[in-house]
């Protein structure tokens, strides 16, 4: 067993489409906020709610595509504890901002 150089194998592809897919959901997630938004009528709390949640979108999109690249390393660096907690954050905020629309 040689430990001199990391075969990476498919884990880094894996972590990549898992950022796509959690991406996705977050583009999901945020689209229908619009949509209820609109279907509800544009009130000053669903427009800020939307306004909040594509914010929270463009923030997780910020920091997923980061990771997306530094994944195409042969040695990707560990996501940092700051890029970890920007990423739940925006994931969070994103569904409290999308149920707020249905208020």
């Not at 920091?63 to 925006?90: D, E, K, N, Q, Y």
């Given at each position: ?87 739940a954050g925006c994931t969070v ?11």
């Amino acid at each position: 067993m040689t430990t001199a150089g990391r075969d990476p194998g498919l884990q880094p592809e894996r972590t990549r489409l898992a950022w796509r897919r959690t991406t996705l959901a977050c583009t999901v997630v945020a689209l229908l906020a619009v949509r209820q938004a609109l279907h509800g009528g544009a009130t000053g709390t669903a427009v800020l709610a939307v306004a909040l949640s594509l914010l929270a979108w463009l923030g997780f999109l910020v920091v997923a595509h980061r990771r997306i690249v530094r994944m195409g390393t042969a040695r990707p660096a560990p996501l940092s504890p700051r890029h970890a907690l920007a990423a739940a954050g925006c994931t969070v905020a994103l569904a409290v901002f999308a149920v707020a629309t249905l208020f």
